[in-house]
């Protein structure tokens, strides 16, 4: 997923030094890395989807990171670098709780279905924040340290009572399945 045209959600083993010390989601700014790839299945206690099925706008849906099995995830804690609501990775193998419940909706949809390139919000249900990042929130060696193994990547976290910008996003390369 992609947010303002240069920027990918992303995630890895890495842990946020403060708050939940979950694991980090970042918005990186490497396209083709394997860290940027999220299958999006059913929320949690909703029956699973069949693969392929259409995401309805409004849909209560998971965001499970290929390469660690963890969640994106939203709850209270505040964001390190803005003070927003921290976004991390949680739960193993796509198991974890109603905090990794997300619903997307149309920014300007013709039609009642997420399609690939479209670009929406995404709404944490538990908090009805949206998730965003900035480049006003970057990883840098003032605020990361000279090994910052998330060095020019975005804080991603979820903030309300916005709709700027910084907090659309879309579906741009990976794998699609349909029916």
């Keep these: 997923m992609e947010n303002g045209g240069t920027h990918y959600l992303s995630s890895a083993q890495h842990k946020i030094n403060s708050g939940s ?9 490497t396209r083709t ?10 929320g949690h206690g909703i ?11 409004g849909s209560k849906i998971r965001f499970t990171h290929m390469n660690t099995g963890s969640n994106l995830h939203s709850h209270g804690y505040k964001s390190p670098l803005t003070n927003n609501q921290e ?25 009642n279905y997420w399609k690939r390139d479209e670009v929406v919000f995404i709404n944490h249900i538990d ?10 929130a970057m990883f ?3 605020n990361c340290g000279n090994r910052c193994p998330v060095m020019d990547h975005l804080e991603v976290y979820s903030a309300k009572g916005t709709t700027a910008a910084t907090m ?12």
């Excluded at 890395?33 to 999006?40: A, K």
């Excluded at 029956?47 to 995401?55: F, M, R, S, W």
């Excluded at 659309?168 to 029916?179: I, T």
Aim: glycine share 14%; aromatic share 8%.
């Design 21 to 29: 010390n979950q694991q980090l989601v970042t918005s990186s700014p």
């Design 33 to 42: 890395d394997s860290n940027c790839l999220w299958i999006i299945g059913s």
């Design 47 to 57: 029956e699973p989807c069949v693969p392929g099925t259409k995401i309805a706008f």
């Design 87 to 111: 976004v991390t990775g949680f739960g193993d193998d796509g198991s974890g709780d109603a905090g990794d419940n997300w619903k997307v909706s149309a920014h300007r949809s013709k039609g």
């Design 127 to 136: 908090t009805g924040a949206l998730l965003g990042s900035s480049q006003r």
């Design 140 to 142: 840098t060696r003032s």
């Design 168 to 179: 659309m996003w879309k579906a741009e390369h990976g794998v699609y399945l349909s029916l």
